[in-house]
């Protein structure tokens, strides 16, 4: 079935370095609908970035992330870490290669940036 | 931001006590979806709904949860008999269908804590 695989479940960054998390995903399916979404403390996941289509860039809020299918992946990437990206981050892929599809979240990457 | 509302925030119930939840999705969104979160941080699919109709649901939804989205009301999960193992944050989020406006926006959640 669907899955998705986020390595680290625990990145410490100092300010202004990049970061990169990471995310694979597993499907049949041809056409993949994968997104990243954050989640702050106490609060609900807020959507970050989407993509179905290989090889483009997407950017919003300074992150930026590029659906591979060649190697099934979908990496967030950002250039320089702000106190304020500390948060729960979530890949999550579309069921059955469907928009209207439920989500399978990756398990999560807490990404934790220090002055 | 996210437009969908949940009712209530918070609630709390003794085990075998029935629990309530509600959810308004967003305007003009037909597609609802039920996810759990527990205290991990692992997310759970429960049901989606496509207006009234039930799209997808998992095995355990079947059984002691019930969900609606009735026409002109708000859509609800219910557990009939709640169990320790279901304190977690519920989510519901909504979407479009719209080819290009699919993404899954959430509501704050209910958080539920069976004693």
């Known amino acids: 079935g669907d899955s998705v695989t986020q390595t680290e479940g625990l990145v410490t960054l100092t300010e202004g370095l990049p970061v990169m998390l990471n995310c694979t995903y597993q499907?049949?399916?041809?056409?993949?609908?994968l997104f990243w979404y954050v989640q702050h403390l106490n609060e609900s996941p807020r959507l970050l970035l989407k993509?179905?289509?290989?090889?483009k860039r997407t950017e919003h809020q300074g992150f930026h992330a590029t659906l591979h299918k060649s190697s099934s992946s979908f990496h967030l990437q950002k250039s320089s870490a702000q106190l304020s990206d500390s948060a729960l981050y979530y890949c999550?892929?579309?069921?059955?290669?469907?928009?209207?599809?439920?989500?399978?979240f990756g398990a999560g990457t807490q990404l934790i940036v220090i002055p | 931001n996210s437009k969908v509302i949940q009712t209530p925030r918070y609630l709390v119930k003794g085990q075998g006590q029935k629990a309530k939840m509600r959810c308004i999705p967003e305007?003009?969104?037909?597609?609802v979806f039920w996810y759990q979160q527990n205290k991990n941080n692992e997310f759970k699919f429960l049901i989606n709904?496509?207006?009234?109709?039930?799209?997808?649901q998992i095995d355990m939804t079947e059984k002691r949860f019930s969900a609606e989205c009735p026409s002109n009301s708000p859509c609800s999960l219910e557990i009939q008999s709640s169990e320790a193992g279901d304190s977690a944050l519920y989510l519901c989020?909504?979407?479009?269908?719209?080819?290009?406006?699919?993404?899954?926006?959430f509501g704050p959640g209910t958080r539920l804590t069976v004693l």
């Open positions: 709904f496509q207006n009234q109709e039930v799209l997808q």
């Open positions: 993509s179905f289509t290989d090889n």
């Open positions: 499907t049949i399916y041809s056409n993949p609908f």
């Open positions: 989020a909504s979407s479009h269908r719209d080819w290009d406006s699919y993404e899954q926006y």
């Open positions: 999550a892929l579309s069921d059955r290669g469907s928009a209207l599809g439920r989500l399978h």
């Open positions: 305007k003009g969104h037909p597609v």
